[in-house]
């Protein structure tokens, strides 16, 4: 065989190989294009994020679970979704609160022992769910 | 006669000299076991912490609970430090040790550390259920209230002359006296009840108190 004729057959071998290779990676691309259209679009999934991301879970600062305190009063405050509604229960007392911004603040009264408080916010969207704390909080007067 | 009265004096004076030294000493330990005492009561005071649950053990020395996780605790109780109350009302009242037996729900105020309390002092308590869930359903003849709460239990609230009810008002957010026939099921209830050592069949209570969040609050 012909010099000539070797360089050819390898020539169009490898410009078959090209040909290939790019029309395998375009119906690839297609298909994938294709799927994509069925799966929810990216910017959905963004906008998915923002909004649990922004979303303020029910925190309490004060008082501390299991907390010893020695006057018939306490401060409950924290931090919550805005525009929640706030139900504080205790054997004693329950308090209703809106929570115009994220937080929130309230004296509670105490009886002397235990005290089991319940602290549930209901935010306003329907999206989101209620969430809920439970706090004992011992009143114990100081010369006991 | 003179050698007697020497003899005399000379005992006298060794006699009081003693009894000083020894009355001075005694003196000296007072002060030291009552500076031990209020350091150890300081040291007490800063980590005390408390924690409660119910009686099933009592031994000399020593109680054990199970609280509400249902971990088990061992109190230890000091003959000399540990004092024992019953609380009653906004009171509480000193009793004796042997007056706390098993099944009695206590708070025990004291130093923690792991699963083992130095108790400084003891009080017999009340305890109380404070939870809220979904009414799924109003039993009108029998005055009993089916709730299912967040975490899926399912409470038998019944409800008595005595259970303080009361409801939102949606409009002014303000707490109103209510009666059972407007409770509808679906709408949201706070309930306290009272707990005692026997295990409730079914989770059934007679309530203390409820608060209804009308479920109209909801749809908006």
Redesign the interface.
Known sequence: MKKETIVAIILGLLLGGMVAFFLITKTSEKELEKSKAIAPTSTLNQEKVAVVSGYQNLEISQPQDEEIVDKEMVTISGKVEKNSLIVIQSPIKEVILNADNNSFQTDFPLALGENVIKIVAYPHSQLLRSQEKELRVYYLKNEL | MKKILLYCYIAILLYGVTVNVYGQEQKDIEILKEKIANKVSELRKEN?????GRVFETETGFLKIKI?RQEEYLIKLDDALT?Y?T?A????KEIKKENISKNDYI?V?GVIHDKTVDAN?V?I????????GKISQVDKDNYLLKVVT?SKEEFNLEIETSTKQ?I?NIKT???ERTGFSKIKEGDTV?F?VKKTSETSKDNRYST??I?I?PQE??I?
């Open positions: 005390n912490k408390a924690i409660s509400q004092k109350y609380i009302g906004n009171e509480a708070i105020n002092s009080f308590d009340e305890e109380y259920l404070v939870d809220s967040s009361m939102l957010l303000e707490v706070h306290v203390i108190k608060l969040i609050y909801f908006k």
